[in-house]
Structure formats: structure tokens, C-alpha cells
């Protein structure tokens, strides 16, 4: 199964977002791109990419204590971005050294593991939208759009475990979360760990 790590902001941040993004899919050209379902919207912590179900527990348990390890963050979402033509996201104001360190554990959690992670360095964004391979958009009027942009502060409250899988042609992947552990405080008999 294809894995990640991450943290999802709540819903009233997620309901703040929303409401700029419906702004921004009012430009020329927003029904070409693929955008994001809301639901799955979230900060990738890191990429695990293809994994054995074997090794689920292990890497739940790794990130059950790097979780508890780190202190709840304060983030703030803020400004916008893009990778070449290829990804529209929103960036951060607040909180990114926080969620780097966390990352940075969430990546160890799986070279531990055995996963051959990439040494990508750790950015800071929620993707909104990526644009389809058959047409070339330019994402660059979106990403002003959302300059300005500055969200109310949110508390991370856990790591999120999360499963990627293709979506219908032409739609975007489809993310269930595996497992959710608290960050601060070690793992309750409450924490979800399906296979
Ligand atoms: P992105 O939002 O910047 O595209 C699930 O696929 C998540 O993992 C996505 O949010 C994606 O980040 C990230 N991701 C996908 N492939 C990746 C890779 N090779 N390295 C790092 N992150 C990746």
C-alpha cells in the first residue's frame, strides 16, 4: 500500500480554507486543474511511497513514540505557491519549524523501518490542486490569488498515518488514514491501527 505521514488541519480551518479556494476556482482556466478533495487535504510530514503490510505495526509504533515526543504545535496556514506548473499549494506563516522537526522524526520512523526514504528537504504546504498531465495550465495566476491569504492559528494535535489510493480517472487519489497518534503524550488503548 502506498503511505504517508501527516497532519490535517481541523475543520474550522479546513471551512476557512475552503472559502478562499471557492474564490480561486473562479478564475479562467480552475476547471482544468484537479483539485484536491478537502476532506484529504493535509501537510505531508513524509513520503513513504510503496510499503509491505508487514511492516504496519512497527512503523505504527515508531510513530506512536515520535509523536508523543513532540509538543502540539501552533500552525498557521498563509500565502500560496506552486511547483513549476505542476502543483498549487498554500504555504505557512506559523509553526514550520515545528512540523519540520516532526517530520524529521515521521522520515526516521521509516528508514528505521527499512523504507529507502528520499532526502527531500521538508517544505511546508497543503497542495490544492495539481494540474492533469494532457493539459498545460499555468498555475501561476492562482498561486497570487493566494498571497494574501492568512489563516487563524490551529493547535496539531496528532500524526496521521495515511493511505493513497489511485482515484477514478481523472480524479484526484483517494486518502484514508491507518492510524492517529496523539502528539505529547503517549499513545491511549484508543489509537486506530488498521491494516
Ligand atoms: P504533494 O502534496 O507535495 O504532492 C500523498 O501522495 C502525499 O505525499 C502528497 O501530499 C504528496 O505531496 C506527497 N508525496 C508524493 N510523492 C512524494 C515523493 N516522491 N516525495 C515526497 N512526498 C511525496
Redesign the pocket.
Known sequence: MRL?AAVQPPPPAVAELAGVVSEVRRLPDADRLRWADQQGW?L?MA?YGEVDEVVLPELSARLGRAAARHQPPTVRLAGGGRFGDR?LWVGMSEGRPELERLAASATAAGRRVGIPM?G?PFHG?L?LARTRNTAATRLRPFADALASFQGTSWVVTSLLLMR?DPGEVGQP?RYSPVGQWPLGREPGPGVTVEP
Open positions: 504517508f493535509h505531508t513520503f502543483a528520499e527531500r504546504h497542495t493513497s487519489p
